[in-house]
């Protein structure tokens, strides 16, 4: 079996657990943003999750009051996305796929850390994504100081297939633990 239909099984493997892991996601999101309390980045790029994604609003609320700038993607063009400020999740409306995104003007000054979602991590910090490509794509060189991908344990392998195009995360963490 060639990278790409392996990939596309595997996305559908883990969306079958993501469904079977709802009831648990609140409580595994407040574990994991006691966790990301350790994370001193003062411009943190973010993202709105998707129901059985880590929520990252909790330290987000607490990033905000302590000042810090906190980036939401938006997409931009096809395939491509950009970071926006925003002082307030209110400052959020659904777009396409459902997602909330910010609308003003895309972030261009320096980012110290992107958060990233994914379907699925491995030890060597490669993600499964979607198959869209917005993270690929958008932290090509030049990347922000630190990468650090966002899950849930049950969402951690051993070893993802990959490809020339897929990103390595600087670190992955996770409800239990970082890694990397």
């Known amino acids: 079996m060639n990278i790409s239909a392996h990939k596309v099984r595997l996305r559908a493997q883990f969306k079958r657990k993501r469904e079977r892991h709802l009831d648990k996601a609140a409580q595994l999101s407040a574990s994991l943003c006691h966790i990301l ?20 609003s909790s330290i987000v609320d607490t990033w905000l009051a302590e000042g810090r700038i906190v980036l939401y993607p938006r997409v931009i063009g096809k395939g ?33 850390a992107v958060l990233v979602p994914g379907l699925a991590f491995d030890l060597y910090g490669y993600r499964l994504g979607f198959g869209g490509g917005y993270y690929d794509r958008f932290l090509q060189p030049p990347r922000p100081s630190r990468v650090i991908g966002v899950g849930f344990d049950w969402q951690m392998v051993r070893k993802l297939p990959t490809e020339p195009h897929d990103v390595v995360m600087d670190a992955v963490v996770t409800d239990r633990r970082w890694y990397g």
């Open 37 to 56: 309390e350790s994370l001193e980045h003062h411009v943190v790029a973010v993202y709105a999750a998707l129901p059985g994604e880590a929520d990252l």
């Open 80 to 112: 491509t996305m950009g970071f926006v400020r925003v002082r307030s999740r209110s400052e959020l409306s659904p777009a396409a796929f459902g997602i909330l995104e910010p609308t003003g003007e895309v972030w261009t000054g320096s980012v110290d």
